[in-house]
C-alpha cells in the first residue's frame, strides 16, 4: 500500500513535468490543448500505476528493477544522512508539500463557505434578465436557470451538476457595465454548458484522494485554471471582443474591498494571468492530436518503466 | 480583433510536426533524466546497479535462497556489510571483521551460476595453486599484491551447485582453517 501510494507519488511528479515542459515548449498552447495535456497528467498516475501492479507484478522484482526501469526507489533505498533514511525524508517532504498544496486551495473555500451567509435570493432585475439572454444566445445554448443574491460582494458561480444554476450577486451587477456583464455570464454558461462543476467536483475528489502527490496537486491545479481560460476564450468569442471579458477581470482584480472573499484574494494573480492569455493571439492555436497520442503513448511507457 | 478570435479547425502539418517532435525530445530528455537519477542514487549508495545491501545474514539467505548459514562456523567473526544480488545467479557477498584477527574476510556465495562480476571484482593475481581441503574439496588458491605491499588471498571451490569464495588478507594458515571449518559446518547442514 505505501508502496503503491509512492509509487502514484513519483509518477505524479514526473508526469507533471513532462507535461509542463511540453506546455511551455509546445508552439500550440490553446486552453483546450493545455487542458488535455494536465488531465493526462492527472490521470495518468492514478489510473496507470495500480494498472500496472495488477497486471505486471514482476515489474516490483529485483530483476526488472535492475536490468529494465529507468529508475528504481529501491537502488536508493539504502542512503542514509546521520542515521536518516534519505528516501523515507524525501517521501514525508513530499507527502507534506502535497498536502500544504491541497489545504491551499481547499482551506479559503472551506472558510468562505462557513462565513458565507445563505444566498438571499431576490427578483432578477430587468437588465441582468437581458444581459443573461444576450450571452446565452451569444454562447448558441439555452439560458440556464439565474439566481440573483442581494449581496454586496462582487460575485459570480455556475452550481449544481445536473441543471446547473447561476448566481449573480448585486455587487458584481453593480459593478459592470452591461456588456462586461454579459460577457461575465457568458464565461459562467461555458461552465454550465461543458458541466465544468461536475469536472471539478472529481478533480477535487482526486485531489483530497492523492493528497500526498505534489505532482497532482499542481497538475489539478493548472488542469482548474485552464477550465477558466477555455471560458473566458468561450466568452470572448461569443462577444466577439476578448477586451470586454478582460476588462470585467480586470475591476473584479481592481475591486479589493472588505466584500472579497480569500478565495478571490489568492486567484488575483491567476485572473491577471487569464488576462494576458486573453490578448495573447499566438497562443490560440489548438495541440495536434498526434502530440496529444505520442505524449500519452510515451507517458505511459516512461511511467512504466519508472518503480518506486 | 480577428486574429485573437482565429480557431483553425485543422493544425497545420508543420506546426503538427514540430509539436509530435517536442514531445518526443521532452520524454525522451525525461528518460534520460530519471536514468542519471538512479544512477546517482546507486553511486551516493556506493553499490553498483543490481547490487543490494542487506541488513543481517538471514535477510540475505532469504532474499536469494543461498545458504549463508554455514558461517556460524565462524562465532568470532561479525559481519560489517552484506551484499547480494540475484542476476545471473543468485550470490551473495559478506564482509567480516574479527576482534581478534587484524585482518578482513569476505566470503562470496552462488547458486546455479558463478558469482556475478558486479558482487566479485577480478582479481589481478601473480600466483595460483590447487589445494585440498578434505577428501572431497579441491580449492584454488590465488593471490593478489595490494599497493601497501600486503597480499590478498583468494581461496576459491565448488561443491553441489554451489560456488563459494573467500578473500583474505591475513595469513594463508588461518584462509585454510577457516574454509574448513565452514566446508565442516556445510557437511552437517546436509
Known sequence: ?308 | MKALLHRPNQVPSPRSARAVATAVLVLAGAAGVLRLGDAVATWLVGLPRGVHACANLDQAQAETGVPVAVLRALPDWHPVAIRTTTRPAPAVAATFRSPRVAAELVFYRSRAGAIPDRLRTPLATFHAVEVSLSRDHKAILAAELLPGGGTLQELAWSDANQHTVMRFTGRTVDLLRLANLIIDEDLRAR
Open chain 1, 1 to 308: 500500500m505505501v508502496k503503491q501510494a509512492a509509487e502514484i507519488a513519483v509518477h505524479g511528479v514526473v508526469a507533471t513535468c513532462v507535461v509542463a515542459l511540453i506546455i511551455q515548449l509546445q508552439p500550440s498552447r490553446a486552453p483546450a490543448a493545455r487542458l488535455w495535456l494536465w488531465l493526462l497528467a492527472l490521470l495518468a498516475p492514478v489510473t496507470l500505476s495500480p494498472i500496472y501492479g495488477l497486471l505486471w507484478p514482476a515489474r516490483r522484482e529485483d530483476g526488472f528493477r535492475d536490468e529494465w526501469a529507468l529508475l528504481s526507489g529501491t537502488h536508493g533505498s539504502n542512503l542514509a544522512w546521520h542515521g536518516v533514511s534519505v528516501g523515507a525524508a524525501c517521501w514525508s517532504i513530499a507527502a507534506v508539500l502535497g498536502a500544504l498544496l491541497f489545504l491551499r486551495d481547499l482551506l479559503p473555500f472551506a472558510v468562505d463557505v462557513v462565513r458565507k451567509q445563505a444566498v438571499r435570493a431576490v427578483e432578477v432585475p430587468p437588465h441582468v434578465l437581458s444581459a443573461s439572454v444576450r450571452a446565452a444566445e451569444a454562447m448558441g445554448m439555452e439560458r440556464p436557470r439565474l439566481r440573483f443574491d442581494d449581496a454586496a460582494a462582487p460575485n459570480l458561480s455556475c452550481r449544481g451538476w445536473r441543471r446547473p444554476i447561476l448566481i449573480v450577486s448585486r455587487g458584481l451587477v453593480e459593478l459592470l457595465d452591461g456588456d462586461e456583464l454579459a460577457a461575465a455570464l457568458a464565461h459562467e454558461m461555458c461552465h454550465a454548458k461543458r458541466r465544468d462543476t461536475a469536472l471539478g467536483f472529481a478533480v477535487m475528489l482526486v485531489r483530497a484522494a492523492f493528497f500526498f502527490s505534489p505532482g497532482l496537486q499542481i497538475a489539478a491545479r493548472a488542469l482548474v485554471q485552464d477550465l477558466e481560460c477555455q471560458a473566458d476564450h468561450a466568452a470572448a468569442h461569443a462577444m466577439g471582443d476578448p477586451v470586454v471579458v478582460v476588462r470585467s477581470l480586470r475591476k473584479l482584480v481592481g475591486s479589493h474591498d472588505r466584500h472579497m472573499t480569500i478565495w478571490h484574494r489568492l486567484q488575483t494573480s491567476v485572473l491577471e494571468r487569464r488576462c494576458r492569455l486573453l490578448l495573447d493571439d499566438r497562443r490560440l492555436t489548438p495541440v495536434s492530436r498526434a502530440a496529444l497520442l505520442v505524449t500519452a503513448a510515451g507517458l505511459a511507457l516512461l511511467l512504466f518503466f519508472t518503480v518506486a
